[in-house]
C-alpha cells in the first residue's frame, strides 16, 4: 500500500460517494461518507458532501459538524464557507450566517451569487 492511499480514500470511494449524493441515495451516501470521514479524518471532500447533504435533507444540526470541520480543514475553499452559511442560515444563527457569506465572497469575488 502507497503512502498516498493510506492518506486518502480511493478515487473508487470517492466516486462512489458522488455518485450516491448526485442520484439522491442519501442514506448509501451517508454511511460512505461517515466510513471515509472515520477511515480519513482530514480529508474534506467526505465531509462536505456529508454536509451539504445533511443541510438539504433537512438535518441542519448534524450538518453543521460536517460543515465546520470541511472548513477547518480546507480554510480557504470559498465553497466550504458557502456551505457553512448555508447551514448556519438554516439554524437561524444569521450573523454568524453573514460572516461566513462574506469570507466566501472574499475568497471567490468572480464566483458571487449574491
Known amino acids: 500500500m502507497s503512502k498516498n492511499t493510506a492518506k486518502n480514500p480511493s478515487q473508487e470511494e470517492l466516486d462512489s460517494l458522488l455518485e ?3 442520484n439522491a441515495r442519501y442514506e448509501d451516501a451517508e454511511k460512505l461518507a461517515l466510513s471515509i470521514t472515520r477511515k480519513f479524518p ?3 471532500l467526505s465531509r462536505t458532501v456529508l454536509g ?4 438539504q435533507i433537512g438535518r441542519a444540526p448534524e450538518a ?3 460543515n465546520l470541520k470541511a472548513v477547518q480543514l480546507t480554510p480557504q ?3 466550504a464557507h ?3 452559511a448555508n447551514t448556519l442560515r ?4 444569521l450573523e454568524e450566517a453573514e460572516a461566513s457569506y462574506m469570507q466566501a465572497l472574499a475568497l471567490a469575488p468572480k464566483d458571487a451569487e449574491i
Open 64 to 66: 453543521l459538524s460536517a
Open 82 to 84: 458557502y456551505n457553512l
Open 90 to 93: 438554516s439554524l437561524d444563527r
Open 77 to 79: 475553499s470559498a465553497d
Open 42 to 44: 482530514d480529508h474534506p
Open 20 to 22: 450516491h449524493y448526485q
Open 52 to 55: 451539504v447533504m445533511l443541510e
